[in-house]
């Protein structure tokens, strides 16, 4: 009995952690790739803001190529150095820091720089990733992509099955089903994608 719980209790470890995996790669997937490290409540740009309070340079080198360093280190020192000068000036001198610091950090990424963007516009479930570090509370990380992913899939195939029943009624309506199944099973095929491929595999 006690042989039979653990196996059960493994299995359904794993069915969460899948689901959850598939829930990463559905927030993914729906929030721009530059919606995170260029917005001020990322990591990169607290870090950076930091370590401007703290002149302490070391808190971003992290966030660049080593390679990088001989531009992003001038820049921070002369950026510091302005800062107890005109106000004006070292906000201007600022932006620039901060836009070359995550240009050079989004091209390491491999991703395209759109500007810097305002605190607040980080997707929720990154702010909690980036929480579950700090917290170290990964279990309430997982319960809420657990949610997630459950809410995604039972809305596209309530969609579906709605539209399922009138899908020969009219064109209109046959095409609006159309779009809705490929949703669909788009959804479902990739959580037996990740499923087959244990977990391993990568968008």
Partial sequence: MKTRNYMLSTKSLKSFFVLSLIAMVS?????PVSAHCDSFDGP???????????????LIKKWILAEDE????????????????????????????YETFI?????????????????????????MSDKALETGDFSGLL??????????????????????????RSVEEGRQYVAAYVDYTHAV??????????GHHHH
């Fill in 103 to 127: 240009r050079l950090h989004r091209e390491m990424e491999g991703a395209t720089f759109t500007g810097l963007k305002p605190a607040g516009t980080t997707a929720h479930i990154t702010v």
């Fill in 70 to 97: 001989a531009v992003v280190v001038p820049l921070f020192h002369k950026t510091y150095s302005l800062k107890n000068g005109d106000a004006e000036v070292y906000e201007i001198v600022k932006t620039h820091f």
């Fill in 189 to 198: 095929e990739a959580v037996h994608d990740i499923l087959e491929a244990g």
């Fill in 44 to 58: 990169a740009l607290i870090d950076a803001a930091k370590a401007l309070e703290t002149n302490n340079v070391e």
């Fill in 27 to 31: 927030v993914l997937s729906i929030q």
């Fill in 143 to 168: 319960t809420a992509l657990n949610r997630h992913v459950n809410r995604q899939l039972t809305e596209k195939y309530e969609k579906a099955a709605a539209l399922y029943r009138v899908k020969d």
